[in-house]
């Protein structure tokens, strides 16, 4: 049974960075792309970046790109991303995901870890 956990998140202020950890456990992810997503009050969740677990290929969303960067750990079973510059529309609930390369769906969802940033 796949199980992702995030952990990393708080409150910062703006310009400020943080880093969100996801510890995925239940099977092997050479197959999959692991991803982050986030959720703000009030508005649909929303697609940060992705990668690749065993090429490390990556992906990001376009306002993400440059203050964002993910990677992963395949030792530690690890995801990461690393926000700096943080502002204040980047409060959110961060949530970490995983599907099949070869699907489109995202199949395993994390509990989430709440990202405040205060002006």
């Known amino acids: 049974q796949v199980q992702l956990v995030e952990s990393g998140g708080g409150l910062v202020q703006t310009g400020e960075s943080l880093r969100l950890s996801c510890a995925a456990s239940g099977r092997t992810f050479s197959d999959y792309r692991m991803g982050w997503f986030r959720q703000a009050p009030g508005k649909e969740r929303e697609f940060v970046a992705a990668?690749?677990?065993?090429?490390?290929?990556?992906d990001y969303a376009d306002s993400m790109k440059g203050r964002f960067t993910i990677s992963r750990d395949n030792a530690k079973n690890t995801l990461y991303l690393q926000m700096n510059s943080l502002k204040p529309e980047d409060t959110a609930v961060y949530y970490c995901?995983?599907?099949?390369?070869?699907?489109?769906?995202?199949?395993?969802w994390g509990q989430g870890t709440q990202v405040t940033v205060s002006s």
């Open positions: 995901a995983a599907r099949r390369i070869i699907t489109t769906m995202w199949d395993y």
């Open positions: 990668i690749n677990w065993k090429r490390g290929s990556t």
